[in-house]
């Protein structure tokens, strides 16, 4: 291809110096040194392929035949953009991505971005300089070189193939129903059609009825047919044949096949020869007449490539002549020639020089050049064309009686289709203010000075009463049929068979000319004066001042539309209730910013025009907000996006919705009027595909994997994400959520990327949907699943033995704390002990020494006296009883001093006391020891001999116990006393009393308890015996018999 290749060198010049301006790769904006190149695995988006099947067969929306190319939304990217030039090829794969081949390398677009593809480590592409492209339904992407190679990339991996071994240039790659693959390659060597089954190529020639030689163009039909064009004619492969036929079909060297939407089969032959459908009887079975005459001789079939849309509209590139297409549903069928329609680098192409075209899944056209990108789209919107895009007077609109509509311009009048050009009817020569069409039809413009009637492309001025001239603004239709003005400064003047006269009361004899006048359908006549309002109803008049009653601003348009009143301000939209006006300002509603037009569309819907675009409400949801105003407003916004050639004109009090009579709506904006049909809004059906693009974390980026593994100790990642809706990518939404760290969906906008950071090791799952620019959603998304493995300072074993460590630090605390508390015990009880026996020192060497010297006295003086003396007997009983008070002193004191005692000295201690009561009445009284007896701290043992004497006389001798149980269990961790009997028990209320009044059993317990630091309880009911227990820690009860005890030794955690 001698043409491609010069123009190729004629812009390499350009390419080099637009390298450094290009998209660059993956990952180097990202912080990291990722790319597009995958690293083994499964796709995340395999599912997609599935859907995007599936969606091939929904309604997506299409470019409307009806329309001129100009009419429909074009944008460019260009090198400026990050587009890669020289764009030679263009395939849209099945996850949604359009992938673009150029002279400088494989790239992808997801409609906001392109990124170069990078193989991954170890694979490469075999050259740079890329001729075609080819999506596979499966998946796979064919890419054909300029040097001759075919490459595939599958799930990330690329491998390269040598079809001819000869570097036959591969002009095109077309996939068959059966998953074959067929190249079309140039004549160099042993170029020619190859073909691809079984994982290995074939050069297709004579042995299958192919001549040798160069094909330029194959085509795989949907029957199952294989067609091929040669310098010379147009061979096919029917469905189940093993040898290609020739054709009658005439092909130079440039030729293109194409089959069109409803399975026709057309020819671009080359040279000067027209693009045709091919002859009905070579056409796949059952399409019956061709739709469509020849195209017109004037464009031969020289393109670079050649596409029919899905309504069987023809687009075509042209080397250094830009785009041109055909569309016969506008102009019928049965002509020798159909208009055509052209589109180059002045109308806004991004280049002369264009290729690759392609029609994406939801039915916009992509265009490649050499200079960057292009894409044509639907819109809802149509802007007027013919119109200038600025007025400095503005713009002003009123319906025809046709659908057309009359726009004034500073110094011209329009006539507006939706279908042709503005025609111009005539110029003006002063500066018009207002424009009307009457019921008759009849046009009426206002200008600064009067007012003038438009007879046939002629305006003519009238005569108001008294000569009176001024700015006319306001019109108005009265309810019974009069057509009246109103003149500023003047007042208001109404039509008449005899000429323009004053008009009659009422408004005859207003003081001040409104700047707007309606009837409403109560026959009520509004007056707009910005600031207030005034409603005349036969003879009652009421006024609404705009800051009290309306709170909208300064009142810019009042409209009737059906049974209800509206009122258009800065700040708002208000609606007369029959009583008073309800509002809804902008700062709560942001859609209603500068309103300055409404109407109601065919459709049923309220349109309005401000500030953020043109607004469509639902009537009730319109109720719904004036109902509530704190609510929601449900609405749906156009904007430039949708074809809108501008925002709301500001001018005010000129209404900028317009009504015409075939349905439509017109829009009056800041750069021009543009309409749109209510009953024919095209919407996007098809949710859009979900990528995962990449994962960058620390430095690393990683991509194409549905689990990918991080280093030990990431705590941070950036995730990027991709809806492939190509139409407005600017209005696709998103939501993500990483599982077990966002509490539930984040709504992120429009931004494609999440950020994490503060992450512990774990398994993490991260989900994204999307919502294409129609806000359909698609609910299944996108998944990832990241796994984080745990540094050795993160794992389960390093946490278990932190935890080990910190349960043995703090028993070691609780252990040395228990030490220091005995200790602290033990001294208090050694004071306690070397107090008691200095007192029993003090007690022996004083008042039992006197005692008994007294003793001694009183028994000398008995011995002088006779025996038969009368005292003698009393004085000697006296003797007696201090004999037994003295031993009974020498026996306290001897407990004072007390010392260590025999092991078993407890058990024997308390049956010794229940021997010894005087009031065992014949009970059973049983002792249980369980553990290994150990000596007590004598000062401890004497205070649990005290509690212990105290319960088991008390079942004794009160409860009348039949039997009592005491229980002595020396335990490693403390030592316990327990006393059971089954006497008659002691009443609840006694014990939180603690006794009987004046009796202390009960409160001496308790307090020899506390003062060693035991736990002590009492248990009884009436008639169930009683129940005394007392425990004491070992590290308080137990006698030490040495020191320096293993810090962690056995014994010393027990407690022993």
Known sequence: MPERGEARLHFRVCRTLAARRMAAPIGKDLRGDGDIGIRGGKRVGAWLIGALMLATILPARALDPERKLA???????????????????????????????????????????????????????????????????????????????????????????????????????????????????????????????????????????????????????????????????????????????????????????????????????????????????????????????PVAPGVEGSGEQLWVDRDNVFWGARRGGGIFRIAPARHGTGSTGLPIERFTLADGLSSDIASPLLEDREGNIWVGTNLGLDRFRATNAIAASGLPTTSRQGFQAAADKDGAVFVVTGDRLFKVHPDRNAEVITRLEQRPRSIHVDRAGSVWIGFDRGIAHLDGMRLRFVTLPGGASGAVFGWLETPGGLLCASVLG??????????????????????????QMIADNANRLWLNYEDQLVMLDGAQRRVFEAKQDLAIGSIEIVTSLDDKVYA???????????????????????????????????????????????????????????????????????????????????????????????????????????????????QNPLPPPVSIVRLVAGGQSFAGLATIELPAGTSSFQIDYAALSLSIPERVRFRYQLETVDPGWVDPGRRRQAFYT?????????????????????????TLTVVIPPTFLQSIWFKIMIAGALLAGAWWLYSMRMRQIAATIRLQLEERLRERERIARELHDTLLQGFQGLVYRFQSAINQLPKSHRARADLEEALDLADVALAEGRDRVRNLRTGPVDDHDVAQHFANIAAQSDAANGGAFQIVTEGRPRALQPVVRTEIFRIGDEAILNAIRHSHAQKTVVNIVYHPREFRLHIDDDGIGIAPDLIEQG???????????????????GRFSIASRPGSGTQVTLSVPASIAYLQKGKGKRLFGCRALLGK
């Open 490 to 515: 003047q007042g208001i003047y109404c039509d008449s068979p005899t000429g323009w006269v004053r008009a009659p009361a009422p408004l005859g004899t207003l003081q001040r000319a409104p700047i």
């Open 995 to 1013: 006794g009987r009044h004046n009796h202390f059993g009960m409160i001496g317990m308790r307090e020899r308890a506390e003062v060693i630091r």
């Open 758 to 782: 503060g992450l512990g090791p774990g398994r993490y799952r991260f989900r994204v949907i999307a919502a294409n620019n129609d806000g359909v959603w698609n609910d299944i998304g996108a």
């Open 71 to 293: 009419q429909l939304h074009h944008t460019a990217w260009t090198i400026e953009d990050g587009a890669p030039p020289d764009v030679w090829a263009l395939a849209q794969s099945a996850d949604g991505f359009l992938w673009l081949g150029t002279g400088g390398g494989l790239y992808r677009f997801d409609g906001v971005r392109f990124e170069e593809f990078r193989p991954a480590p170890g694979e490469r592409l075999p050259s740079a300089n890329i001729n075609s492209l080819y999506a596979a339904p499966g998946g796979d992407l064919w890419i054909g070189f300029e040097a001759g190679q075919i490459s595939r990339l599958r799930g990330g991996r690329l491998k390269t193939f040598s079809p001819t071994g000869s570097g036959a240039s591969v002009f095109q790659i077309a996939g068959d129903r059966n998953g074959g693959i067929w190249a079309a390659t140039t004549s160099r060597g042993q170029g020619g059609l190859t073909h691809f089954a079984g994982g290995r190529w074939t050069i297709v020639g004579p042995e299958r009825g192919l001549p040798p030689g160069g094909v330029s163009s194959v085509l795989a039909a949907r029957d199952g047919s294989v067609w091929a064009a040669t310098a010379g004619w147009l061979w096919v492969l029917r469905p189940k044949a093993q040898r290609f036929e020739r054709t009658r079909e005439r092909a130079l060297d440039r030729a293109r096949i194409f089959q069109a939407r409803d399975g026709r089969i057309w020819l671009s032959p080359g040279g000067s020869l027209p693009i045709h459908a091919i002859a009905d009887a070579l056409q796949p079975p059952g399409l019956g007449v061709s739709p469509m005459a």
């Open 568 to 682: 258009l301000g800065d700040f708002g939209l208000a609606w007369f209730d029959g009583r008073r006006f309800r509002t809804l300002r902008s700062d709560r509603h942001p859609a209603l910013s500068r309103i300055s037009g409404i109407a109601k569309g065919a459709d049923g819907a309220i349109w309005l025009n401000g500030l953020k675009g043109v607004v469509r409400i639902q009537p009730a949801d319109l109720a719904s907000a004036f109902a509530g105003p704190d609510g929601d407003l449900r609405a749906t916004l156009f904007d430039l996006d949708d074809g809108l050639p501008g925002v709301a004109q500001q001018d005010s009090n000129i209404p900028t919705v317009i009504s015409a009579s075939d349905g439509r709506l017109w829009f009056v904006t800041s750069h021009g009027v543009a309409s749109i049909d209510p009953r024919n809004l095209s």
